[in-house]
């Protein structure tokens, strides 16, 4: 085989061996991305999860008040009647 044949086919491996990084490059690419959105929805449901921990807390509060008020209700009643 001579020398320009040798170039030839080493030149045309190189070509090949680039193309084959670029398809990984790719597929890396593809695989951050899914790792990326699969972390933003983990905090977007982290975040809904903190929302509607806090709208029962809310609730929780507005009964306890619901209590105190008929309480209340109740006693202004009782002395009405003394």
């Known amino acids: 085989m001579g020398q320009d044949r040798q170039m030839q086919m080493v030149g045309g491996n190189v070509g090949n061996q680039f193309k084959q990084y670029g398809g990984q490059n790719v597929g890396n690419l593809n695989g951050y991305n899914d790792v990326q959105?699969?972390?933003?929805?983990?905090?977007?449901?982290?975040?809904?999860?903190i929302q509607l921990q806090s709208e029962k807390f809310d609730l929780m509060a507005v009964v306890a008040d619901l209590d105190e008020i008929e309480e209340v209700n109740a006693n202004c009643i009782l002395m009405d009647n003394l």
Do not use: F, P, V
């Open 37 to 49: 959105n699969t972390q933003l929805l983990i905090a977007q449901k982290e975040e809904a999860g």
